[in-house]
């Protein structure tokens, strides 16, 4: 599967990251490449309301692209234990 993504581009966390309340689902946008050392990612995850709830450095097994059978859903932070 091809890991490439381009700038603005909305992708899926493939990994949960706890400390930041990000699951594994969660949309994000790709706001900057990276390609030195390695190939990574900067995401940013917003609030409903446009403000930033998480901002990123993934590498490109941590995120996906959206599917068609995917489906987009809300939940309320915090993070349910």
Avoid at 10 to 16: D, F, Q
Avoid at 49 to 72: F, N, S
């Amino acid at each position: 599967m091809d890991k490439t993504f381009n700038l603005l581009d909305t992708v899926i966390a493939a990994v949960n990251v706890p400390d930041h309340e990000i699951l594994s689902g969660d949309l994000g946008t790709v706001i900057e490449i990276y390609t030195n050392p390695d190939l990574a990612y900067e995401i940013e995850f917003v609030n409903p309301d446009g403000t930033t709830r998480a901002l990123l450095t993934l590498a490109p097994d941590q995120v996906r692209r959206l599917a068609a059978r995917d489906v987009i859903t809300t939940r309320q932070l915090p993070l349910a234990a």
